[in-house]
C-alpha cells in the first residue's frame, strides 16, 4: 500500500499562502484518488478538496472554492493544495488521503483508506 507524507504547513498571517505537499510512496500513485482533509481543535475533521486519478475532476467544500486548488503529479507520486487568502478559520491540521475504491473524486472520510500524519497550519496575525 502507498505511504503518506505531508509537507508545507507552518505559520501564516491572514491574507497569505501556502502549498502543502503531500508524498506518495509505495504503490503506483495513479491508481488512488486523493483527498485533503482538515480538523480545527476540538472539532471533527472536514473535507477540503479531493482529486481523480488523472487529475482531470475536482471538488472542493464552499468555503475554500475558488481559494484553495488541489492538483497532482503522477510522475513525482505527489498531490498539492494550494490555498491563498487565508483566514484564521483555515486554521487546521491538514492531512491528504488516498483510496483506491471509490470512483472519481470522494469527498468523505470513509471513503479513503489511508492517511498521512497531517501538517498543522496555524494562521493569525
Known amino acids: 500500500q502507498v505511504h503518506l507524507v505531508e509537507s508545507g504547513g507552518g505559520s501564516v498571517q491572514p491574507g497569505g499562502s501556502l502549498k502543502l505537499s503531500c508524498a506518495a510512496s509505495g504503490r503506483t500513485f495513479s491508481i488512488y484518488v486523493m483527498g485533503w482533509f482538515r480538523q480545527s481543535p476540538g472539532k471533527e475533521r472536514d473535507f477540503v478538496a479531493t482529486i481523480d486519478r488523472i487529475g482531470h475532476s475536482t471538488k472542493y467544500v464552499d468555503s475554500v472554492e475558488g481559494r484553495f486548488t488541489i492538483s497532482r503529479d503522477n510522475v513525482k507520486n505527489i498531490v498539492y493544495l494550494q490555498m491563498d487568502t487565508l483566514n484564521p478559520e483555515n486554521t487546521a491540521v491538514y492531512s491528504c488521503?488516498?483510496?483506491?475504491?471509490?470512483?472519481?473524486?470522494?469527498?468523505?472520510?470513509?471513503?479513503?483508506?489511508?492517511w498521512g500524519p497531517g501538517t498543522p497550519v496555524p494562521v493569525s496575525s
Open positions: 488521503a488516498a483510496s483506491d475504491r471509490v470512483i472519481g473524486t470522494a469527498m468523505f472520510s470513509s471513503g479513503y483508506d489511508l
